[in-house]
């Protein structure tokens, strides 16, 4: 019930929880560190996902291609499921 009518409530969370946490003497609280995908890919698989499997070269990003249309990924499964290019 705290959680949604007490001091952790979404309206007042920002305004209520920092007094709760100084009534408690824990005022300095750290700030967690964001997690990107590299850290939880090197974390969880050991590899680094941005390192060729061939080479171990460092991979650059180059472009990015728009989503396509599920009908048109079901039409061109074959030329996908081959690794070709389709645009």
Known sequence: MVRYFGFLA???????L??????????NVKKAAPVAYTTLSQG??????FACLLCGAKMAFSRALPATALEKRIANAGEIARMRYVG
């Open 18 to 27: 920092p007094l709760v946490r100084k009534a408690l003497g824990q005022d």
């Open 44 to 49: 969880l698989l050991n590899t680094d996902p």
């Open 10 to 16: 979404n309206r007042v969370v920002g305004k209520l």
